[in-house]
């Protein structure tokens, strides 16, 4: 069982001079009663890390990102919201596949991180959800069993 704030805090900790550098806006909204999830926290660190390395990579004008939580039924969601290029949406599927990389994806990369996400995530018997409009940016949602359950 972990918090998935002490998640979050990790992850923003790891990011803190990019996002410094970059003069990113960040948001965080992460209820106090919110409660603990099964998750290895190692696996989840390194998806969340994809999470927000994208979200900086591909936010080349509004520097925003706000990470966000709440409790959906037997879940908590993590959501990982930005205002960058987005993805379009025939590729919302493909972009969770091994070296697959989007329409407006530049050229550095390795197409991985989402692929790594959503293993990880299904690893968790999670889900991993991708709302997204091109120019407008993407959610990421990650639905987690919560612990106890």
Do not use: C, W
């Not at 660190?45 to 939580?69: K, Q, T, W």
């Not at 919201?81 to 550095?108: C, M, N, P, T, Y």
């Not at 991708?130 to 407008?136: A, K, N, V």
């Amino acid at each position: 069982p972990i918090a998935p704030a002490e998640l979050v805090d990790d992850v923003l900790q790891n990011f803190r001079h990019p996002l410094s550098e970059r003069e990113f806006k960040v948001e965080v909204d992460m209820p106090v009663d919110l409660p603990l999830v099964r998750a290895d926290r190692t696996a989840m660190m390194l998806a969340l890390d994809n999470l927000v390395d994208n979200s900086i990579r591909y936010s080349p004008g509004e520097h925003f990102i706000r990470i966000s939580a709440r409790r959906d039924g037997p879940n908590v969601v993590i959501e990982v919201q930005d205002r960058g290029a987005g993805i379009a949406a025939d590729e919302l599927s493909i972009v969770r596949r091994k070296f697959a990389r989007g329409r407006l994806a530049r050229a550095d990369g390795s197409g991985l991180g989402l692929a790594i996400v959503s293993r990880i995530v299904a690893d968790h018997k999670g889900t991993l959800v991708l709302d997204s409009e091109p120019g407008s940016g993407t959610t990421a949602k990650v639905y987690l069993p919560v612990a106890g359950d």
